[in-house]
């Protein structure tokens, strides 16, 4: 395992590999923590057309398109007495091939954009979680982790160097501790 990466992300659902893979492109190191072992199921399977944009960013198009989802065009609406509404066709209001999307099965979708991370750089741990975020004064610089066998370690982020402060404000970026017990002090936004 890398010591002190640039990044930490906790979480390997889509977000999570987003993310990370975005950074990844940049040049960044990233450790990606997930507490489970993929494929595992998962509930949210319909995709908006709106996803195209960032599913290229991500160069996931190609792997979508040769994937066997079941591709969506249009969505209908059913009212509480079972009334169809029309259907509303995605290319009348965008005629773009962003307009066709896709059903996507969840367990086989993360998958994908997991492996995509790690095509990318990621450095991908499944079946560990996370169990603290460790604070430095107001700042999380890194995490303590368990895998299914292991004792609990710490695993510290570069972020708290001088790289770490100019790349945040380089690229403006801002994400937000989410997991983990809470902090002893203050809970703040962290790279
Ligand atoms: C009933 C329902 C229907 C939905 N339908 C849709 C839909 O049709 N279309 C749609 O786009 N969205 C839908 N959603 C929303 C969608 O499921 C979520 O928006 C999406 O899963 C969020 O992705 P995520 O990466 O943020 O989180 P998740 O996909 O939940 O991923 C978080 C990951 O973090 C891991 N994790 C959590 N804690 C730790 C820890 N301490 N250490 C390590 N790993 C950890 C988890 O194992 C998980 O893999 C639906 C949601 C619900 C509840």
Known sequence: ????PDVIVIGGGP??????TLLAQQGVTVQLFERERFPRFHIGESLIPETY?????????????????????????????????????FWDNKPHECSQ??????????QLMLNNA????????EGVRVHDVLFEGDRAVGV???????????????????????FRRKENI???CTMGSPPR???RPFV
């Open 1 to 4: 395992m890398t010591t002190n």
């Open 15 to 20: 977000a999570g590999s987003t993310v990370s």
């Open 53 to 89: 944009w960032v599913l290229k960013r991500l160069n996931m198009l190609p792997k979508m398109q040769h994937s066997p989802f079941v591709k969506k065009f249009s969505v209908q609406f059913v009212s509480a007495s079972g009334k169809n509404s029309a259907p509303f066709y």
């Open 101 to 110: 999307t896709w059903q996507v099965v969840r367990s086989e979708f993360d």
């Open 118 to 125: 790690r095509e990318h750089g990621v450095e991908v741990h």
């Open 144 to 166: 303590s982790i368990k895998d299914e066998h292991g004792p609990l370690r710490e695993v510290r982020a570069r972020g708290s160097t001088t790289t770490g402060r100019r």
């Open 174 to 176: 801002r994400s937000r």
């Open 185 to 187: 002090r203050r809970q």
